[in-house]
Structures are given as C-alpha cells and as structure tokens.
C-alpha cells in the first residue's frame, strides 16, 4: 500500500508525492504504474474541504483505482456516505480524530478511552473508520521509555481491533514488542479477522463502555471496552455462546506497574448465555471461540 497527497487547488499540504492524484492523466498514470508493479492499495490524504469539486475528486479516485484494482482508503478526509455500496474497492476513511493523535500529544492519549466508546454509537456507524491502528508500545517512543504513555491497557487496544469496524486494522508495533509482549498477545493481534459477517450490539454507553459481538464465519468475538478510570464488572447476555468453552482474555491490576496484567484462559459460557466479565479502567475483555 503507498501513501499518496491529494493536492489540488484545495489543499497546499506540501508532503510528498505530490500532484499525482489530483487530475485524470496524472492520476491513471500513476495507477497504471502501481499496478505493474504489484500494489493492490494507497491511502490518499490531506482532503481540503468539502465542496462539490473535491466531493467528486473521492468518486474520482475510487473510480479510476477499481479500473486497476487499488483499493483506497482516505485519510484527513470528510465522513463517508455510501461509497462502500458504490465503489467494491473503498476499504475505509478516517473522518476521526485517529490513533495518530494519541502519539502526538498526551491530552489525546488520555482521552483515547472516552473517544473509542463513542465512535461505536456514532461515526462508526455511518461507515468504515480508519482508526489508524492499535498501539501495543506502551511509549510514544522508539525506546518505550520516553514521551508520555499510553492510557490504556493492552487487552484494550486488543479489543478495539474488533470494535473499530474496518477490513485493513493495523497492529502499530516496535521490535521490542515482539519480545516484551506475552505470546497470547501476540498469537491473538496475528490472527484476529478483519471481515465480519454479523454484528451484535450486546451493552454500552456512548463515552463509558461498550460491548460488541462480531462473527467472522462460524466463530463470533465478544470485545468490551472500558473507557473510565474505574473497574468495571458487567453481566453480559451471549445466546451465540450458549454453553460453549470460549477463550476469555481478561486483566487484573498489576501493583508494580501502571498498566493491568493480561491473560486468557479456557471457561464456559453459562447454558442460558450469562456470563460475567471484569474490566480495569481503561481496559478491555475479549471472549472468543
């Protein structure tokens, strides 16, 4: 996937490549030339405005990307209205303010938990998101020890990979984490589906929590999210799991350091569907099959 400046007379942006995407002739060459070469996507950005001849520069694009078969998704973009009916090769947009900002600045990292249990009521709802990724350093920094930290705790950013809906999620990752990270961590962010074939919306309060229950084939993915400061018990009605052994990843407070402890073990998801799941501030659940 390559990133690509809208340009245009609407935006001055002066990040490269420039000038590529904003006419028809420079922008078929272009595409005529990723697809000789193999890219399948690009991620087009800086949108100026949303006036009628930039609306239709986003149909533009989509367009002549299906002609060689790119996918797109849009960043610094305006919130998307039926372009994934439209166009089969529209992946996502942003239209959020995304993960990016959590590294740029600690206020938006602190709110990443509050802000991640809203979109789900709201800009979710309207299309895909382009959340950007989910942050497993637990620094903004090369080192992991330097800038501010993240806010939220691990099975968090875990669980937002299946409740941000969009079918590109990326696992933003240093080296280090390869080896700091637990293996069920790991194992977990490497095989997580992007593709969904049912949603459920189990509980939630916009800006507090949410639960969401997604199918990918046979196999659904039960993601809670805590977006306060204080732990969070919640009894939750599951009739898809009904008496089914689920992997359950949970955390427990970890008195040594800022962030909880994660783990997974094998339990049962009661006969009538019950089943109890506990959250730390600024945590998350996963239950799976």
């Known amino acids: 996937m390559l990133w690509y400046n809208s340009n245009g007379t ?29 890219v399948k996507g690009i991620k087009v950005d800086f949108f100026g405005g949303d006036k009628q001849h930039v609306m239709q520069l986003y ?22 209205r039926g372009w994934e009916r439209m166009f089969p090769n529209y992946v996502s947009s942003e239209a ?3 993960s990016e900002n959590t590294f740029f600045q600690e206020h938006h990292a602190k709110q990443e938990g509050f802000e991640l249990t809203m979109h789900p009521f709201c800009r979710n709802t309207v299309a895909a998101m382009d959340w950007g990724g989910t942050i497993m350093n637990r620094y ?27 079918s590109i999620q990326c696992i933003a990752m240093y080296p280090n984490n390869l080896s700091e990270l637990p293996q069920h961590e790991i194992s977990f962010l490497r095989d997580v589906p992007t ?9 939630g309060y916009p800006g507090k929590y949410v639960v ?25 009605s599951l009739p898809m799991l ?7 990843y949970y955390e427990t407070a970890d008195k040594k350091s800022f962030w909880p402890k994660s783990a997974v073990k094998k339990t049962k998801v ?10 730390q501030p600024m945590g998350g659940s996963i239950v799976c099959e």
């Not at 903004?140 to 809906?165: G, L």
């Not at 009904?242 to 359950?248: D, H, Q, W």
């Not at 009661?270 to 959250?279: L, N, P, R, V």
Request: with cysteine.
């Open 96 to 98: 959020v303010l995304a």
């Open 140 to 166: 903004m920094s090369r080192d992991n020890k330097s800038r501010h930290h993240r806010y939220t705790s691990d099975v968090f950013e875990m669980a937002a990979a299946i409740v941000n809906q969009a």
């Open 270 to 279: 009661g006969k009538d569907g019950k089943m109890k799941i506990t959250m």
């Open 195 to 203: 593709q969904w074939d049912e949603t459920r919306f189990i509980d």
């Open 242 to 248: 009904a008496g089914s052994e689920v992997s359950y």
């Open 59 to 80: 149909e533009d694009i989509l367009s002549d990307a299906n002609d060689y078969g790119i996918q797109v998704i849009f960043h610094g973009c305006t919130l998307p």
């Open 10 to 38: 609407a935006n001055e942006a002066p990040q490269t490549p420039r000038n590529c995407m904003n006419t028809v002739i420079a922008r078929k060459k272009e595409m005529k030339w990723m697809k000789s070469i193999g």
């Open 212 to 236: 969401l229950a997604r199918r990918h084939a046979d196999k659904w993915y039960v993601a809670a999210l805590n977006g306060t400061n204080k732990p969070l018990s919640l009894n939750l």
